[in-house]
């Protein structure tokens, strides 16, 4: 992030030409700003208000607004909430200091969603009575959605994912996919709005596990996507960019850990391990500082006291007899990567929002709520075109 300070050279009298805006019946008594000043003030403003009515205020707003390094240096501002899908059924979270705010997205998802970056959604529509599928590509907010290239592959298994390349600002949609009878993944990838056709990418170099199994999450971040196996103690990352691959070991010795302990997230511009210790309330949070060497960082130690919040009552009348047992999982990084966003697994429910740095607690949801099932990715509302730039 820049912190607040946009460069010279991103936004100078050179890109935008300052021009008043135009009302011949009503003239203003102030004075038109200078367009680094307005720029300033309206990319710390939410897209979605951004998008609904700001950009209408005049010509010169709605051209600052379009531009593409405003989308940019707003996006880098956003807060990374929750993207909540189940079915065809969405919603997003916003995550507040002491409340999550719910909120349905208006737009009609003909199928559920596989994956989401930077505020884009990617899902795939099977055809009826074929063997055959569409990808598409959608962002909710402005309601552009771009059909991708259609592939001649009939696999046994399939799986696409999402990623931002991290220089160019190409979106690309990568396929891995297991013809019948066959012992490897291929992978396949193509950039939104630009390539007309998939195209192959050479994973010779990864092992044969990496070849071979099938993530159970895959994640992208920071220009690189991620493939994570809970069988196998490596991780497999492509930068998105170059479009080569990476592999490498997870942070820690988890071979004494069971699946449900570890849990692989994106946390800002970097991937996240935690893993639940024991006593079940104890969490090591390691970060993947540099995916070219796959060295990790121990970042740190958190207690999830649970203990301590159901003798205030946080939790009175929900959690069962056996809630000594509760299994917390976490699900998404949120404001900064200081909140995890948990769900208590064999106890339906709301989602719990902790942060780490401070231990303040809240739900998100209600407790009627059984959030246990639905599939959780993180997400920011942003202006991103689909249109070729």
């Known amino acids: 992030m820049t912190g607040g300070n946009v460069l010279n050279e991103r936004v100078s009298h050179t890109h935008y030409k300052t021009a008043k805006c135009s009302n011949e019946k009503k003239k203003s008594i102030i004075p038109s700003l200078p367009v680094e000043i307005i720029f300033h003030i309206l990319v710390w403003i939410p897209a979605d208000i ?7 205020v005049c010509r010169q707003w709605y051209n600052i607004i379009c531009d593409p390094v405003f989308v940019k240096e707003q996006l880098i501002r956003s807060s990374v909430g929750l993207f909540i899908n189940k079915n065809r059924h969405c919603q997003f979270v916003e995550v507040e200091k002491m409340k999550g705010t719910m909120t349905e997205l208006g737009f009609p998802f003909s199928s559920p969603l596989t994956a989401t970056c930077d505020g884009l959604v990617l899902f795939i529509v099977n055809l009826p009575f ?3 599928e569409v990808a598409y590509v959608t962002n909710p907010l402005t309601k552009q959605m771009l059909k991708l290239p259609p592939h001649s592959c009939q696999p046994a298994q399939s799986m696409y994912s999402l990623a931002c390349s ?19 993944f291929d992978w396949m990838i193509v950039t939104v709005g630009k390539d007309q056709a998939w ?3 050479d994973s010779k170099k990864l092992s044969n596990h990496g ?11 920071g220009g690189f996507l991620y493939h994570v196996y809970h069988r196998y103690t490596s991780v497999v990352a492509l930068d998105v960019e170059s479009e080569t691959f990476f592999e490498f070991p997870s942070p820690t010795v988890l071979h004494s850990c069971g699946r449900d302990d570890i849990s692989y997230l ?14 079940r309330t104890l969490f090591d949070v390691w970060e993947l ?9 121990k970042l740190y130690t958190f207690d999830f006291d649970v203990q301590k919040y159901k003798s205030s009552g946080m939790f009175k009348g929900w959690f069962s007899r056996r809630a000594k047992f509760a299994h917390f999982r976490p699900k998404a990084w949120v404001n900064n990567g200081e909140v995890v966003v948990l769900s208590v697994i064999h106890n339906p429910g709301p989602f719990i929002a902790h942060n780490v740095k401070t231990g303040a607690t809240f739900f998100i949801g209600n407790r009627l709520q059984d959030l246990r099932y639905f599939e959780v990715h993180g997400y920011a509302r942003s ?4 249109a070729p730039s």
């Open 50 to 56: 951004l998008y609904n009515s700001m950009r209408y």
């Open 289 to 297: 500082s540099d995916p070219t060497s796959g060295r990790w960082r």
């Open 266 to 279: 994106a946390r800002g511009k970097y991937l996240s391990c935690t893993v639940q210790l024991k006593p």
């Open 383 to 386: 202006l991103v075109s689909l």
């Open 199 to 201: 195209r192959l990418i």
């Open 130 to 132: 074929t063997y055959g």
């Open 166 to 184: 991290h220089l160019a600002r190409e979106y690309k949609v990568v396929f891995q996919c297991m013809a019948h009878g066959c012992q490897f």
């Open 211 to 221: 070849r071979t199994l099938s993530p159970d999450s895959r994640l992208s971040t």
